[in-house]
């Protein structure tokens, strides 16, 4: 592990240890209520600043974000459909920086949706979004030379677009390519409850509780949620593309070696490619700051590059 590393994952901590860092209320009214005052003052806005291309449309009654490089060497039949993290709030603009350096350095065009997080809608309704931008853009691009990136709860989000398509019968091809950093999934046995709440004691970023928060949270939206959309053994991974996955030792690694199997269970753990890597943060291999996240993102660039 980088000695710059090292010493970024040592502040957090002490960040967190020290309390300076936002904790989950175990009040889940209470949280909600945060969540959609946090939503409401953070309505979207297209982006104002030069580093890039920027387009909104709508697509399913919300807006998408398209996102060009200004190189003349982009590759404007190639797209990367990026979904971002959050879950319970509507945290677009922190991540538009992130998506910005995939379309600038692949040359693709990048769709940003801006979903409606848990709060507001249930996490089918999301996911049917999600499943109406990834079709609209087959309908222009080729499935072949799309790009799926999802980080942390945009991770979930792709897992979830897998199982869609495979549930509405393959109406549309898979994509090219998935890359997902730090997905997020729901524990589902014990054994992976006990290991989230371990790793949520030395998880730099992830204050303890969040887990059981989101999937509170969840049911309080929809109690009827199917287990398919939460699960990752529930979920269908038949027919994914090539899949490549980056964690640490974090909290949504608990669900790591489910992802990995229910791969394996529906025909698709040759196209499964996860690396963990140790010492690291949450969502570390797509902000080329330190060795290790510079290594593991230029992978993921010339991933996309080779589509």
Same mark, same amino acid.
């Given at each position: 592990m980088s000695l710059s590393a090292k010493a970024a994952v040592q502040v957090l901590r002490a960040v967190k240890k020290a309390g300076f860092m936002p904790g989950i209320d175990k009040n889940l009214d209470h949280e909600i209520a945060r969540a959609k005052e946090y939503n409401r003052k953070h309505r979207y806005k297209e982006p104002t600043d030069h580093k890039a291309l920027y387009k909104t449309v709508q697509i399913g009654g919300y807006p998408t974000l398209i996102i060009r490089s200004k190189s003349v060497h982009s590759h404007h039949n190639k797209a990367i459909l990026f979904l971002h993290g959050g879950g319970d709030r509507d945290t677009w603009k922190p991540e538009v920086a992130f998506a910005r350096t995939y379309a600038n350095r692949t040359g693709a065009d990048l769709f940003y949706p801006i979903y409606p997080p848990f709060t507001e809608v249930s996490v089918k309704n999301t996911a049917d979004l999600i499943y109406t931008v990834y079709q609209r853009m087959v309908r222009k691009y080729g499935a072949s030379h799309i790009a799926v990136v999802g980080g942390s709860y945009g991770g979930f989000l792709a897992l979830q677009l897998l199982t869609w398509m495979n549930k509405n019968g393959n109406a549309v091809d898979m994509p090219r390519l998935m890359i997902l950093n730090s997905p997020f999934a729901f524990p589902e046995t014990a054994e992976e409850w006990e290991l989230a709440r371990e790793y949520e004691k030395n998880d730099p970023m992830m204050p303890e509780g969040a887990m059981q928060f989101m999937m509170d949270g969840v049911l309080w939206s929809d109690p009827h949620t199917p287990d398919y959309a939460l699960y990752p053994d529930k979920m269908d991974f038949r027919h994914a593309p090539e899949t490549y996955v980056y964690y640490t030792e974090e909290v949504c690694a608990?669900?790591?070696?489910?992802?990995?199997?229910?791969?394996?269970?529906?025909?698709?753990?040759?196209?499964?490619? /996860?690396?963990?890597?140790?010492? /690291?943060?949450?969502?570390?291999?797509?902000?080329?700051?330190?060795?290790? *996240?510079?290594?593991?993102?230029?992978?993921?660039?010339?991933?996309?590059? *080779? /589509?």
């Open positions: 608990c669900v790591a070696e489910a992802i990995r199997a229910a791969y394996d269970h529906d025909g698709s753990g040759e196209r499964m490619h /996860m690396h963990i890597e140790p010492g /690291m943060m949450h969502c570390y291999a797509c902000a080329p700051v330190f060795p290790e *996240s510079r290594r593991d993102f230029n992978r993921q660039i010339d991933l996309i590059k *080779s /589509m």
